[in-house]
């Protein structure tokens, strides 16, 4: 059995921000898997369904961002799953837009969503899914900027980031790790 979580913050103000690529990502996850309607459990949004062969519990934490670890935690002790089986998508401003980058651990590198994981798990050895965003132009709040919204060409090509990162997650469940780490890690997602 695995955890796919995708980050973001609730509500239509931030609906298709950035910083909320991880429940697109999740919810085209949902999508292939034919998972039923996610329902409101542990301050999250979650359902199961059979995706690459695996039991799939999908999490979209429904507080702030900074608090997503409770919906986490409380989801990997109902569930008894191992944090090696928890898949974390989210937004990385220090990944060029249309790349990504897995890792099977590290620092939450200024993420909120990832601090609060780690604090709650007690640990930072999770696979994690860093959706490139890329960095604020100068002179721009690094906070704004996440909590804005994809530039124009950005929006055109978001449906095919969306598309690449989740067959990444399909390839962590399907495969392994370090396999789709080396199928994905800083390719350009628009030419794969």
Known sequence: MWLVVGL???GPKYEDTRHNVGFMIETELRRRAGAPAPKPKFG???TDASLCNHRVVFLRPMEYMNLSGQA???TVQFWK???ARTVVIHDELDVPFARLKLAAGGGPGGHNGLKSIIAHLGTREFPRVRVGIGRPPPLQNPADYVLGRFAADERR???AV???AADAVEAILQHDLPSAMTRFNGKDLLTL
């Open 44 to 46: 999250a949004e979650t």
């Open 157 to 159: 090509d978001l449906p």
């Open 72 to 74: 986490v935690d409380k």
């Open 81 to 83: 799953l191992e944090p």
């Open 162 to 164: 969306i598309d690449r």
């Open 8 to 10: 973001g913050n609730p």
